[in-house]
């Protein structure tokens, strides 16, 4: 069965500094991996996906994430901080037939 | 493009009373999902359509709970008897039907309240 932990419920960050999100995945299979961003009372809109091909991927709003097959890691990055990214972020893995998805992590960027 | 679209945005009812919510899905799509999300989780998986066909439905949470989805296109999710611990959001999610590359597009989700 897939399963997603995202490390750090909470991550704070100044406006225009590096925004770090943590992902890891398990997996029987080889992984889809998705990010998910969620505003406030909104539902959930993708910010990126990883099938196959380039490790590196990119997404909406200058956000990226590489997949580590090595470190089961699919961990989100942004080089600098904005304000509208405050949010909630969520890391899922796709099974055959559901979405698996991580707790959550919600970013605070602080001016 | 219409997004996919959850009606009511926000149910309060009484503990004890069926509540029945609807999501409409990006047309072009055959697939269609529920989750639940709690406060400070991620979406719970409950079911999923393909087409008309309801393909997965243990992970509903008790019997209470049951979907629809006669037409293959809108879908409807039932809350028979509620109970407090059902407050929740209720979000609903399409996709195309492409194996596991696919991503699920999300509508605004139904707040439900139990008093």
């Known amino acids: 069965a897939q399963s997603v932990t995202q490390l750090g419920s909470h991550v704070s960050v100044s406006e225009g500094a590096l925004v770090l999100l943590r992902c890891n995945y398990s997996s029987s299979v080889p992984p889809y991996l998705f990010w998910y961003v969620q505003y406030p009372n909104q539902g959930l809109q993708l910010l990126l996906k990883y099938t196959t091909g380039a490790t590196l991927v990119k997404g909406i709003n200058g956000f990226e994430a590489e997949f580590k097959k090595s470190e089961t890691s699919f961990h989100l990055t942004k080089p600098s901080a904005h304000m509208s990214d405050a949010a909630e972020y969520f890391c899922a893995v796709s099974g055959l037939n559901d979405m698996r998805f991580g707790a959550g992590t919600r970013l605070t960027v602080k001016p | 493009d219409t997004g996919v679209s959850q009606n009511p945005r926000h149910k309060i009812t009484k503990r004890g009373q069926n509540v029945t919510f609807r999501c409409d899905p990006i047309?072009?799509?055959?697939?269609l999902y529920w989750y639940r999300q709690t406060l400070g989780q991620g979406p719970e998986f409950l079911t999923y359509?393909?087409?008309?066909?309801?393909?997965?439905k243990s992970r509903l949470l008790s019997d209470r709970f049951s979907a629809e989805r006669p037409k293959g296109s809108f879908s409807t999710l039932e809350i028979q008897r509620t109970e407090q611990g059902d407050s929740a959001m209720y979000l609903c999610?399409?996709?195309?039907?492409?194996?596991?590359?696919?991503?699920?597009?999300f509508g605004p989700g139904t707040r439900l309240t139990v008093t």
């Open positions: 047309s072009e799509h055959n697939r």
């Open positions: 999610a399409s996709s195309l039907a492409l194996g596991q590359s696919y991503e699920q597009y």
């Open positions: 359509f393909q087409n008309e066909a309801q393909l997965e």
